[in-house]
C-alpha cells in the first residue's frame, strides 16, 4: 500500500497514493490506522483524492478509521472524491456518519475547530 503521512501538532494527514482501496489494501489501511491511534495521533484526516475506487473491504477500513477517532477526536474523509467513491458511500449511507469535507484545507480547518472547541468545553 503506498501512502504518505503528514503528522502536525493536532493532526495527522494520511494521503491514499492508491487508485483502488479494495480488499488487496483494506487490511494493510486498517493496521496503519490502528497503529497511528495507539501511536497518539489525536486527529486523522483521510486523503481519498487519489482512489477511484472502493469495495465493502475499504469501506471497513475508513469505518475503522471513525470508530478509533470517534470518542474526543476528529476523523475527517478529505479530497474530491471521484464520483463512484462518492456513490457508494452514499449508497452505504455512510454519508450520515461520516465527516467529509471536498478539500483538505477544509478538513485541516474543520479539525482545529474541533480541537478549539474541545478545549474551551475541558475549561469550563
Partial sequence: MKYRIDKQDQYAV??????NL????????KSDLIFFSQEGVRNLILDLSNVKFVDSSGLSAILTGHRLWKD???FVIAGQLHPMVTKLIEISRLDTI??????????????KMEELERELQEEE
Fill in 98 to 111: 461520516l465527516t467529509i469535507l471536498p478539500s483538505l484545507s477544509e478538513a485541516v480547518d474543520y479539525v
Fill in 14 to 19: 494520511l494521503t491514499l497514493d492508491e487508485e
Fill in 72 to 74: 474526543g477526536s476528529s
Fill in 22 to 29: 479494495n480488499s488487496t489494501i483494506a487490511p494493510s489501511l
